[in-house]
């Protein structure tokens, strides 16, 4: 005997000097452990009984860490017999480790834990490498039979003793020896309408002879319901006096909304102390004053007994909710197969659901449905596939059948339900999940369905939230009509996640498409300036008024597009307005689907990076040129000097205010200086240009244009970005990287 308490003295030492350890070196896998009392009965010492119960919860748990940790109770208690999730095991008997299988929160996963036992009190609980991962673990420990000591006292702990992995040191209540006389428990519980229902409840005595002839327990329902008969009684264990049985020895007595329970008489009070079950039913008597919800009887009476409430059941209609399992799910316009959210239907009380009765799930004009329950529902054609119907969810005796596309636009889904759950354990839950829809070009917002049917549901359930799959941005510079290789503003294509560019491994391309009258001059500038999304090539197609957009596959990490560089060659058809840019190819519109929903758009937005803003040019052209770091420039060929040199910055070439009014054939009179809100104002003609100092928006005859980088005061001279002043007069600018010239053309 004493070299077995050495042993474990040396086995404690060690768990203790773990469990100090390991936090150190693994903080992750603590966090999310915990050891929760499930049940906690009043039981009597120098007794052999059922303790509680407690659950370990491990949220999530990492199948490549395990767990193992110590379980003990205290001094001279005995562990006869002992459950750990559904797996039970004759303690007193167990000569080697013991398995059992538990699983995650949704009963699909599994690992694997092993009980050894250590002492009569202890023994090692430890969870096997494997299995599940990033999953909630849960399951119970019950301590079926314990022989208490005699002399004890107060609450009944459990040490938990962390050793290794994600099983940390804690301690939990199962038991309380000596607190009151009975212990009441609500075994089984129903949902019930105005047409009542039932309980049942188990009395159980702390210790033997508490039950007596001249006092009641008393059992109090709230407003509004009362008690009926006793259906059932069965003595659970122990004995009363006599030899009596439960009919003779306890007396019920519904009185209202109190069920008064005594013994009938002291000579029957227990030599063994004893714990008894009943059934009785529920009325519901007024339901003005009936709530809904649990209903809560007081345990009251001349006895001392835990606890003080109980619930006795559950009050409410017969009810049915259909709600979406996740609204927040985003889905792509112009899109097919975008997945949504699921959707839950589900009772308050058994039998809600009727069999027979229909569910009818409407989508707006702007989606079909595609998929349900991961079955695709048209053929290539896009046309409704000729299929059988079929359960798609099934719940306590209840089952719910896809019926078919309704209406002549097939945005309807048919469902009828199947089978009652009036006799079974618990009111039915539905779900219909792995659904897809297609999705029209352009149209943005809650994906909202409607339901009707004559289940009687009605309403409105949000599926999924729709986006377009990528947002495009633009600067807008002006051109003229009739003249070649004009600038126009950069044009940004940005992704809103990962994967929204559908390339399918690249021969699907992005395409940005011109108007009538306008075409590209050369090919752009195509790079990506953020994430992982690969060019593969570029082409321009369509007598040069369409650009198209290749890539390597699609992108990992959310990706943006940049196109710089773009000039345009605009005829004199054009009219004097913007030049809208249609963007669209499939890889942002599926054509799959293309006659599923009507609409012969084929960009999924314009954006209008140039706008025309005068008639055709006269023959009489100014060009002057430019050298960097240079004070000589030229004005249609004759030669002049500056007393600043332009430079460049932020790649634009700066240039002092003075000389880009020469340049522009602006007079000296009509570029003035505002010292006092540091504006530089250009005027020719009709066009009034204004820009200030260390700000980027460049004004037009009072409307604003923002540029991409700011004038700026530098040696007392105030320097103004030269392409975005000459472009705001309709001239033309372009750069020679080789020369280190900047050109501007300007037709007068």
Same mark, same amino acid.
């Given at each position: ?12 030492a ?15 896998y ?6 929760? /009392?499930?049940?906690? /009965? ?15 919860? =491990? ?17 001279d ?18 000569s080697?480790s ?11 996963n ?14 090692? @609980?430890?969870?096997q490498e ?6 909630? @673990? ?6 079926e039979?314990?022989?208490? /000591? ?11 003793v962390?050793v ?5 040191s804690?301690?939990v !209540? ?15 519980? $129903? ?7 039932s ?8 210790a033997a ?12 329902? /709230? ?8 259906? $059932? ?23 209202g909304d109190? @069920?008064?329970?005594? @013994? *009938?008489?002291?000579a ?10 009943f ?55 112009g ?5 949504v959210?699921? =959707?839950? =239907? ?5 039998? *809600? ?23 695709e529902l ?9 299929? *059988? ?11 719910? $059948? ?12 048919k469902?009828?339900v ?14 219909? $999940?792995?659904? *897809? ?36 941005t ?5 051109v ?33 498409t ?8 050369s ?42 560089? =773009? ?9 004097e ?19 599923y ?47 600043v ?15 880009v009014g ?34 980027? !928006? ?9 540029m ?15 392409r975005?002043i ?15 010239t ?7």
């Amino acid at each position: 005997m004493t070299m077995r308490r050495k042993a474990l003295s040396v086995l404690v030492a060690v768990v203790f000097f773990l469990s100090i350890m390991l936090p150190l070196s693994q903080p992750g896998y603590a966090t999310g452990t915990t050891y929760t /009392p499930l049940t906690v /009965p009043n039981v009597s010492d120098d007794t052999t009984t059922k303790l509680g119960s407690f659950q370990v919860e =491990i949220d999530p748990y990492y199948s490549d860490n395990g767990g193992e940790a110590l379980v003990e109770l205290p001094k001279d208690y005995e562990i006869k017999d002992l459950t750990v999730a559904d797996g039970k095991i004759d303690y007193t008997s167990m000569s080697e480790s013991v398995s059992t299988t538990v699983y995650d929160e949704d009963g699909e996963n599994t690992t694997t834990v092993t009980i050894t036992k250590i002492t009569d009190r202890s023994f090692k @609980l430890e969870l096997q490498e494997g299995g599940i991962s990033g999953a909630k @673990l849960r399951f119970p420990i019950t301590f079926e039979s314990v022989k208490v /000591p005699s002399g004890v006292s107060g609450d009944i702990v459990a040490k938990i003793v962390g050793v290794a992995g994600q099983l940390v040191s804690g301690s939990v !209540v199962i038991g309380t020896v000596g607190a009151g006389d009975l212990e009441v428990e609500v075994l089984d519980t $129903e949902n019930f309408s105005d047409a009542g229902g039932s309980v049942e409840i188990r009395v159980a005595e702390t210790a033997a002879g508490k039950l007596n002839e001249e006092d009641e327990l008393e059992l109090e329902l /709230p407003d509004g319901f009362e008690w009926g008969d006793i259906e $059932e009684a069965t003595l659970v264990y122990g004995a009363f006096g006599g030899s009596a049985s439960i009919e003779n020895a306890v007396e019920f007595t519904p009185d209202g909304d109190t @069920l008064k329970i005594s @013994l *009938s008489k002291d000579a029957y009070k227990s030599t063994v102390r004893v714990a008894f079950d009943f059934t009785v039913s529920i009325n519901v008597t007024d339901t003005s004053e009936a709530e809904y919800g649990d209903v809560i009887a007081k345990v009251k009476g001349d006895y001392t007994a835990t606890p003080s409430e109980i619930v006795v059941g559950t009050y409410g209609d017969y009810e049915v909710t259909i709600n979406a399992d996740d609204s927040s799910i985003v889905a792509y316009a112009g899109q097919t197969d975008q997945d949504v959210s699921d =959707i839950v =239907i589900k009772e308050s009380l058994k039998g *809600s659901l009727i069999g027979g009765r229909s569910i009818l799930i409407t989508l707006p004009s702007n989606a079909r449905w595609y998929k349900i329950d991961d079955t695709e529902l048209y053929d290539e054609d896009g046309n409704v596939k000729d299929l *059988s119907s079929w359960n798609v969810d099934e719940d306590n005796e209840v089952k719910l $059948e896809f019926a078919g596309l309704q209406g002549t636009d097939d945005r309807t889904a048919k469902f009828i339900v199947n089978g009652d759950s009036t006799n079974a354990t618990d009111p039915a839950e539905l779900k219909i $999940e792995d659904i *897809s829809v297609v999705l029209e070009l352009g149209v943005t917002g809650d994906l909202v369905a409607t339901v009707s049917g004559s289940q009687g549901l009605s309403g409105t359930i949000k599926l999924a939230e729709v986006v377009n799959p990528v947002t495009v941005t633009a600067e807008k510079t002006n051109v003229q009509v009739g003249v070649a290789k004009q600038a126009a503003g950069d044009i940004v294509i940005s992704e809103y996640d990962a994967g929204a560019l559908n390339t399918d491994d690249g021969n699907n391309p992005v395409t940005l498409t011109l108007p009538d009258g306008v075409k590209f001059s050369s090919k752009p500038t195509v790079e990506v300036t953020k994430g992982d999304i690969e060019i593969d090539h570029i082409s321009l197609t369509n007598d040069d008024k369409t650009l198209s957009i290749y890539f390597k596959d699609d992108s990992g990490e959310a990706s943006t597009i940049k196109i710089s560089n =773009i000039y345009y060659d605009v005829d004199r058809t054009v009219a004097e307005a913007d030049i809208q840019v249609k963007v669209g190819g499939d890889a942002l519109v599926d054509s799959e689907m293309e006659n599923y929903i009507s609409g012969a758009d084929d960009y999924i937005v314009k954006v209008a990076n140039a706008t025309v803003i005068t008639p055709a040019p006269s023959t009489v052209k100014r060009e002057a040129v430019f050298t960097l770091n240079s004070t000589t420039y030229t004005v249609n060929g004759e030669q002049m000097t500056m007393d600043v040199a332009p430079y460049l910055k932020d790649g634009r070439t700066y240039l002092p205010v003075r000389y880009v009014g020469y340049a522009l054939g602006i007079s000296p009179a009509n570029v003035l200086w505002d010292n006092s809100t540091r504006t530089a104002t250009f005027i020719k003609g009709n066009r009034v240009v204004q820009v200030t100092v260390a700000s980027k !928006v460049l004004k037009i005859n009072g409307a604003s244009v923002t540029m991409d980088v700011a004038a700026e005061m530098k040696n007392g001279r105030v320097m103004v970005p030269f392409r975005w002043i000459a472009q705001a007069f309709g001239a033309q600018v372009d750069w020679n990287g080789t020369s280190q010239t900047v050109t501007v053309t300007l037709q007068e």
